[in-house]
């Protein structure tokens, strides 16, 4: 079992059982995960902005997160208008937001981006794993965000 495994056992433990996702190269191990999961339904978008606004969709109908997988700093920002919306809205959404390898970072490759600056100012919550020790309470911790009061949590 890996990281991604662990976090969607996370959010199946939490009945977060939706994930809304426009992955790119680096959330690979996170789509596998979710084809390891039956219980997980992955909804393909192919624009951040439809997966964010389908997440607040979903969240207003329901009264439940759902996940959204989006592909760095740059698809994070595509889809943070809907994300304003949802926050106003007082809808529950989990981001899962993919960056590249740690040790790759100092490189700043094109779709570096400081996440944490973007994701604030829409966010009630914003977390960063750093390593294996840190996905279940960060998991967790973005749940329990997305329902007290209830809003957007990304990590």
Do not use: Q
């Not at 009945?15 to 219980?39: I, Q, Y």
């Not at 570096?112 to 020790?133: C, F, Y």
């Not at 960060?138 to 809003?151: I, M, N, Q, V, Y």
């Amino acid at each position: 079992m890996n990281g991604a495994d662990v976090l969607c056992d996370v959010l199946l433990a939490n009945d977060v059982t939706v994930c809304f996702a426009n992955p790119g190269t680096s959330e690979m191990h996170f789509v596998a995960a979710l084809d390891r999961k039956p219980k997980m339904r992955c909804v393909l978008g192919l624009f951040e902005g439809v997966v964010t606004g389908a997440a607040d969709g979903y969240a207003r109908m329901t009264d439940r997160p759902a996940a959204t997988l989006l592909h760095t700093g740059p698809g994070l920002a595509n889809g943070l208008a809907n994300m304003h919306n949802a926050r106003r809205a007082f809808s529950p959404m989990i981001n899962i937001v993919g960056d590249h390898a740690s040790y790759h970072l100092p490189l700043d490759a094109p779709l570096t981006s400081d996440i944490e600056s973007l994701a604030t100012p829409m966010s009630n919550w914003v977390g960063r794993v750093k390593g294996p020790a840190d996905i279940v309470p960060a998991a967790e911790a973005a749940f329990r965000a997305s329902l007290t009061p209830p809003g957007v949590a990304t990590m």
